[in-house]
């Protein structure tokens, strides 16, 4: 009986080994959910652009300025909700975040002016920043206590949820208006955190991750706020540049592939609907193997070969001549980037928690955020092909850095 007393303590808190892993498979059920929740619901505003484009009146330009507000409330949120997180709570951050993120939905198809665009969409930013480094520095914890590298399971419950998302606006688009669709958006995302927010919260404990985690070697057990070494910062921000060169490729193809396809190649409002639900797809698809190859491939690999695959898919995307060749292409790309976000932000929070993942998650959303009004001014100037091949080149340059965090992308050492 001794024995058994010793190893029901060895878990994290001390919590009996009886109930801490089903308190952590519904952990991670219930964060399963916010992730899907938060792609279905930017997938829900995306799929609906070119109409409230064409409501306000916006050129490529003005619209791309508009967009910026979405980059501006989300990458001043970010850093804050790292040190909300670390006060509050993760899970409290998160509930709280996507609250916020289902009543702003909303708001962008009641404006009818790029100016009143851009503001609420500077609160809908907001929202969703937070939400991001809430959930990625939860499921970061959840990684830790686990043992097992299941951050892509997360992000592929995103992508999943942001090709739910993409698929019901692009049925609903010929029949509902945008500011019913968001309308309805908007309760359904309300309804649904209602009811896993309290699995969320009270199960919160099963995500503790032993307390000197965070602390460098370096460093006292004892001391009452980790210290970050220069080291660990230089690669946190490399870590966040490559999660940056990738989530540029995902907000320009969420925000301007469905206008590529129907601009550019006269598709109809049903396959260039289909444009980003199937790249949502694929991304899932390779976010749903992503443990399975983190496992078997290492990190590494895994980063290279991914952001090489998605520099050739997103050529395609780009110049492809029928709309079938250029979706084809924006599958191919969703493939390759599907695991290097997750294991960029993983990274960052492995090496310093929460900070870690809003630093990484701040220079990653940045580029998922602010790449759509690069694209529109690019698009203005040249084309918008030829401004969508700016992907093209940034995942191959988070390819090569990929190779050259390779003596940072191990494993840490079992504690």
């Not at 966040?240 to 989530?247: F, N, R, W």
């Amino acid at each position: 009986m001794p024995q058994l007393n010793k190893l029901r303590t060895v878990l994290p808190g001390g919590r009996d080994g009886n109930t801490a892993a089903p308190s952590s498979a519904r952990l991670r059920i219930a964060l399963t959910v916010f992730f899907a929740l938060d792609g279905f619901v930017f997938a829900g505003w995306v799929v609906r652009i070119p109409a409230v484009k064409h409501q306000t009146g916006a050129s490529a330009s003005t619209l791309g300025l508009a967009l910026l507000g979405v980059s501006a409330g989300a990458v001043v949120t970010m850093m804050l909700t790292g040190r909300l997180c670390r006060r509050f709570g993760s899970p409290a951050v998160t509930v709280v975040c996507a609250v916020l993120l289902s009543l702003s939905i909303s708001l962008p198809a009641q404006t009818h002016s790029a100016l009143a665009l851009g503001l609420v969409l500077l609160l809908f930013g907001v929202a969703y920043g937070g939400t991001n480094v809430a959930m990625n520095s939860l499921a970061v914890d959840l990684v830790a206590a686990l043992r097992r590298p299941v951050m892509p399971s997360f992000h592929a419950a995103f992508s999943f949820g942001g090709m739910a998302g993409a698929g019901l606006g692009g049925l609903v688009a010929g029949s509902l208006s945008p500011a019913t669709h968001l309308s309805l958006l908007a309760g359904t995302a309300l309804l649904v955190t209602a009811l896993t927010a309290p699995a969320l919260l009270h199960n919160r404990h099963a995500a503790e991750p032993p307390a000197q985690k965070y602390v460098p070697a370096s460093t006292s057990a004892s001391a009452s706020a980790p210290r970050i070494g220069g080291g660990a910062r230089r690669t946190v921000i490399l870590f966040g540049v490559i999660a940056l060169c990738t989530a540029y490729g995902e907000g320009a193809l969420a925000e301007w592939g469905a206008l590529h396809l129907t601009q550019d190649l006269h598709a109809g409002p049903g396959p260039a609907a289909a444009g980003y639900s199937l790249f949502a797809l694929t991304m899932a698809i390779g976010r749903l193997s992503g443990t399975t190859l983190l496992e078997r491939l290492g990190q590494t690999r895994t980063l290279v070969a991914g952001g090489a695959t998605a520099a050739v898919g997103m050529l395609f995307g780009a110049l492809a001549p029928t709309v079938w060749l250029a979706l084809a292409g924006f599958a191919l790309a969703g493939l390759g980037l599907a695991n290097i976000f997750p294991v960029a932000v993983g990274r960052a929070g492995a090496l310093t928690g929460p900070s870690g993942v809003a630093a990484a998650s701040t220079l990653g959303y940045g580029g998922m955020l602010v790449g759509p009004p690069v694209i529109g001014f690019l698009a203005d100037w040249l084309s918008l092909p030829v401004a969508l091949t700016t992907v093209t080149l940034l995942a191959a340059v988070a390819a090569v850095l990929g190779y050259a965090a390779r003596g940072a992308t191990q494993p840490p050492a079992a504690e």
